[in-house]
């Protein structure tokens, strides 16, 4: 005969192993987290607009009209022109695939080949570890624009180069978070187990290590993403990163920002509302992200 | 009736030069005072033989006196020079213009207290001309007339020319010819003046703090006597433009000799009303493409011709001059010189016609025929805005008319110089032709095949025989005519080189800035020495 309690325990079991539909977590994510409903709000118009800026964008983004140089705010130009008379809301909509071409890709090349190598790190241990962990206290010493600048200098501009020169810094910052993670899994006896079994190392790291960092490493890329885009920007404001006439936020602050500041405030500061909203949002979203994923913020 | 508005402009414009002068005469001249300019690019080395920068020249030629220049009170005339270590007028050519004789100043003393002599003067042209085997000379070539120059006395230097030249004065006045004490050059070497500086001219050395300013002082025994009126002046390292505007704009600064885009002026002046005066001027500078020969499909001359028959010059000049330092449309010799194109002229040559659909029909004929309708373009361009990548980017967008593709590639002056000049990994680069004294026989060698400074990677034979004819022209007239067939030939027939526009020299500056006049160069006018504050 089954006692209450157990009956209770059961239907709790059932409960937990039902799945609940996507909205309710979605629902129950806006209600917990609003900071971060809001970030992936801002996520989600930019992925929106950068997959489908064919049809958005009111005008060719690099499409110069020299009738039409350096005008206000219009029915035509809803945020005005920059100074060769192209449309500036059309340059920020395809802006956002340059930014999240580079942010995405950056973060997750960075993020992944840090979480291998990290975890990798971790379970080897000894020699490896300790010679592995000094060449990232190396990369690790350098601030990340300096880091990029020093790449972007040695393999030159574009929109590749740009992509390996942010990849590189992420490397050892993801690979130092993933693997003190990882040291802790290496002790658990499940690994020791999968030895005695002969796995290779491989499969080890693989199937039975990387999955359980998948926490950590899902919040550092939200994070990357946000790190690539200003960076992105950054290095295009330096003249470094992509180049004329792709549109890049970044780049609509290096061309117009300093010389018609004053005079056209629009062509420095939409691209400046843009980048930055950009990097407010993901940093919002991946924060809620890690209060959502962490045992312990999500019990408090 | 041609150029209307030309009648009545050139009476008003030299009526408002004659009052401004008078205006600035009016007022009586003040001595004393430190003069603060900006300038936006590096200093290579001090020695003006070797280099060709503004960044160098700014700062440092206040140091140096040359044996003639381009006259300080007219500098904007291409024809105007007068003595400065020579004294009295220029010498007339003799021995049918082959000879020429230069009286020597006896009261020049260099800054080490030297006396300047004929044998100074010697040393000089003789590095500048017939510089010693690995040592540099970036204007030997300019010279290629002189046969020999000797002192034929203590206070008397004697040039004697292989032929007549009608460019032989004009070399001699360019600003980078510093004149250096023998003794210099005898005793330290012919390397000595890249880091070191002694000079006769207005002011004397203090210091340099690389990457933050140059000093100057007023040196008490200059030769012009009275000058310079300054105590001295401070040139301010400041590469950014928005440096330098706010530098004028705070009155950290007085000046910018190189130039500003018009929206800057139009922001100076709306912010500082008549505490700002500014000058304008045509500029010996034109912005160029140049096709890499060696790289297909480069070396049809029907895609070169497609190139620039792209181009809306006409257009881009009434557009472009609103946001970047271009604005005349010109052919090889600088606009306003007798031997420039006249528009009448210019529209002969494909590409500076005014019907530009015309002219892209027919480019996109000619790509389509060579057998390249989409063509693609490796585009190397220098990492500086004005007016490089303002310019570049109108460029992509003149080619992307008649289907042409153009990926830019912006670097930093190094690596764009390195592509430009010894990689050639490029298929089409911006490039410029920058001169100091307006010299259009001298200047048009650029689109020159053969040419130290152009990078085409082509031989054309006729070319060089025009070239040649031009050279040993006796009149201006003859010179003219043969100069329109080097100019169809070069830019037009086989388009070498795609000039794009002429560069446009805008200087606003303080008010209290007396003295200095506005030069087609930004090369020019620039040793001081006439420059007062009205304060």
Known sequence: ?300 | MKFPRLKFALPLAAGLALSFGMADSAHAVKSGGVLNFVVGSKIPSYDGHIEGTFGMIHPIRPFYSTLIRVNPDNPASPTDFVCDLCEGDLPKGEDGFKKYVFKIRQDVKFHDGTPLTADDIVATFKKIIFPPKGIASARKAFFKMVDSVEATGKYEVTFKLKFPSGSFIPSVAMPFNFVYAKKDLDSHGYTWHKTNINGSGAFSFVQHQPGSFVEGKKYAGYHHKGKPYLDGFKAISAPKMALRLQAIRGDRAAIEFRGFPPKARDDLVKALGDKITVQESDWNCILIATPNQKRKPFDDARVRRALSLALDRWGGSKYLSKIAIVKTVGGVVFPNHPLAATKEELVKIPGFGTDVAANRKEAMRLLKEAGHPNLKIDFNNRGVDQPYKVVGTWLIDQWKQIGVEAEQHVNPSPVFYDKLRKSHDFDVSIDFNCQSVVNPIADVTKYLGSAGNNYGQYEDAKLEEIYSRLLRAGTEAEQRTIMREYEQRAIGEMAHLIPTLWWYKINPHRSYVKGWKIAPSHYLNQHLDNIWLDK
């Open chain 1, 1 to 300: 005969m089954v006692t209450t309690s157990e009956a209770r325990v059961e239907a709790a079991f059932e409960e937990l192993a039902v799945e609940r539909p996507l909205l309710s977590k979605v629902k129950e994510f806006a209600r917990k987290q609003p900071l971060g409903t809001f970030g992936a709000v801002i996520v989600l118009v930019m992925v929106f607009s950068a997959l489908f800026a064919d049809f958005i964008a009111p005008h060719d983004p690099i499409n110069n009209s020299y009738e039409h140089i350096l005008e206000s705010y219009s029915s035509t130009y809803l945020l005005g022109t920059d100074q060769f008379g192209r449309d500036i809301l059309s340059r920020i909509i395809y802006g956002a695939r340059t930014a999240l071409l580079v942010g995405f890709t950056a973060a997750i090349i960075g993020s992944v080949t840090g979480l291998v190598l990290g975890v990798a790190s971790a379970f080897f241990g000894g020699r490896f570890d300790l010679l592995f962990q000094r060449v990232m206290d190396v990369f690790m010493a350098f601030p990340l624009i300096i880091l990029a600048l020093a790449v972007v200098s040695i393999f030159g501009t574009g929109i590749q180069n740009v992509i390996i020169a942010i990849t590189i810094p992420f490397i050892p910052r993801c690979a130092r978070v993933v693997r003190s993670s990882a040291l802790a899994i290496r002790e658990i006896p499940y690994i020791d187990a999968a030895r005695a079994n002969g796995f290779s190392n491989a499969r080890i790291i693989l199937r039975h290590m990387v999955p359980n960092v998948m926490a950590p490493f899902l919040i550092m890329i939200t994070a990357f993403v946000g790190q690539a885009i200003l960076l992105e920007a950054s290095l295009s404001y330096l003249g470094l990163g992509v180049q004329e006439p792709v549109p890049a936020w970044g780049l609509m602050l290096q061309g117009g920002a300093e010389e018609y500041a004053e005079s056209a405030p629009w062509v420095a500061i939409w691209p400046g509302v843009a980048v930055s909203l950009a990097v407010f949002g993901f940093n919002l979203f991946g924060d809620s992200v890690r209060d959502t994923l962490d045992p312990k913020l999500r019990s408090q």
